[in-house]
């Protein structure tokens, strides 16, 4: 079987990795250089199942990533008290990573072939006969003329990411706090180093001065030496309407953006690579090698579970922004529940991983 990946990017690195151990002939083809930069501060929260599967399926992986024990949610009114801690005795919870590192990690593979073409359009790619194509570029001409139609809703805010040096501690527990102005996390990198996101309610950007004066509102842990430049990036929700034209499947971020207060962006598409891997095999199986007919088969099982997945996600975001209105009025009395009851928590849990 033959398929090629459109876009130079995380997504399709990852999932090359895994067609290419199955032996499927890949090409990742795109337009540009890929537009990762060396010295950026994003990091990548991998839930524990996530991180399993990619263990089986990635070598090296298992050296990288810092586990994290306990997540705990914290309100604008007491911010060193946690309203809910997510855990779990027998697993973490997920590993950090950061972004570089795992992308430089997904080029080792030798066998991964890149071509990069100026200007394609479908008749180009159709020309190298290519049974499915996975399509995860944002603004080539295949994007723009087949995958426009979406459900979308712009928060007007934006995502801050940077990185604080501290002195050393024990660094195994994330916090996430709901204050007035947006969520922010502590997510630990290692004994020194955590990432810090926090999702403005308003589109000015955040310089890492001011930013480092939110982080010392909400900081009862770390002794801050440094704080890296600051990234910035507005914060959507968006779901593809149509995941698939003819053989041409839609993939990672075209098909499902949505709010990064849980971490949750590139663990919903490591859900999806799942999903593909295991719809190519039951077709391999069968001797069935029809993009068009893997494509339709991906949607039908993935659409609707990514879209009440966004919408839950989304559905966080207002409750609290409700709640911090209320002086955290509904969630006090809520996580109380969910504290005293095992079976609530236990769920609470499993959903969150």
Same mark, same amino acid.
Not at 166 to 174: L, S, W
Not at 335 to 352: P, Q
């Given at each position: ?74 309100? &604008?009114?007491? $911010? ?7 855990? @779990?005795?027998? /697993?973490? =919870?997920?590993?950090?990573? %950061? +972004? ?22 479908? &008749?180009?790619? $159709? ?7 996975? @399509?995860?570029? /944002?603004? =080539?001409?295949?994007?723009? %003329? +087949? ?207």
């Amino acid at each position: 079987m033959n398929i090629c990946l459109l876009g130079n990017n995380l997504t399709n690195l990852v999932l090359a990795n895994i067609l290419l151990k199955k032996r499927i002939n890949v090409d990742i083809i795109s337009q540009t250089n890929p537009s990762i930069l060396i010295n950026t501060v994003r990091t990548i929260a991998i839930s524990n199942e996530n991180y399993k599967f990619l263990r089986e399926n990635i070598k090296g992986i298992s050296n990288l990533g810092w586990p994290t024990e306990k997540i705990k949610i914290h309100s &604008d009114k007491n $911010k060193s008290s946690e309203l809910f801690e997510f855990k @779990n005795k027998h /697993q973490k =919870n997920f590993y950090l990573f %950061k +972004y570089s590192t795992l992308y430089n990690l997904m080029k080792k593979n030798k066998s991964l072939k890149f071509i990069k073409l100026k200007n394609y359009n479908l &008749d180009v790619i $159709k020309k190298r006969n290519y049974d499915l194509i996975v @399509n995860s570029e /944002q603004n =080539n001409s295949i994007t723009k %003329k +087949y995958f426009q139609k979406k459900i979308e809703k712009n928060y007007r805010s934006l995502a801050h990411t940077a990185i604080i040096d501290h002195k050393k501690v024990e660094n195994k527990i994330a916090n996430q706090i709901f204050t007035k102005k947006g969520p922010i996390a502590f997510l630990p990198l290692s004994n020194n180093q955590t990432s810090i996101v926090f999702s403005n309610n308003s589109t000015k950007l955040i310089d890492k001065l001011n930013l480092l004066q939110i982080i010392n509102q909400c900081n009862h842990q770390y002794m801050i030496t440094k704080i890296s430049e600051v990234e910035s990036i507005s914060i959507k929700f968006l779901v593809l309407r149509d995941y698939f034209y003819k053989n041409i499947l839609s993939f990672g971020d075209l098909i499902h953006k949505v709010h990064p207060l849980a971490g949750q962006g590139f663990n919903m598409t490591i859900r999806d690579i799942k999903s593909l891997s295991n719809i190519l095999d039951e077709n391999i199986k069968s001797g069935i090698n029809d993009g068009e007919i893997i494509a339709q088969i991906f949607q039908e099982k993935n659409k609707h579970l990514n879209f009440i997945y966004g919408l839950g996600i989304d559905t966080i975001n207002t409750f609290f922004n409700l709640d911090s209105k209320l002086k955290n009025n509904l969630s006090e009395p809520i996580f109380k529940l969910l504290k005293g009851n095992k079976l609530l928590n236990k769920y609470a849990t499993f959903l969150s991983n």
